[in-house]
């Protein structure tokens, strides 16, 4: 494969799983900052 089929197959890996994520879970896209974010024991309301 060589150090150019590395780099190439790494790239498309690297999107293809950033992409999966995309849909999979579309909550993810809103999140601008960590701060953002909420466990499920904080976001709970009882």
């Known amino acids: 494969m060589g150090l150019t089929g590395a780099i190439i197959f790494g790239g ?21 900052r960590f701060e953002e974010v909420q466990t499920f024991t904080e976001g709970h309301v009882d």
């Open 12 to 32: 498309a890996g690297t999107l293809a799983v950033v992409v999966i994520w995309w849909f999979c879970f579309p909550v993810l896209r809103k999140v601008d």
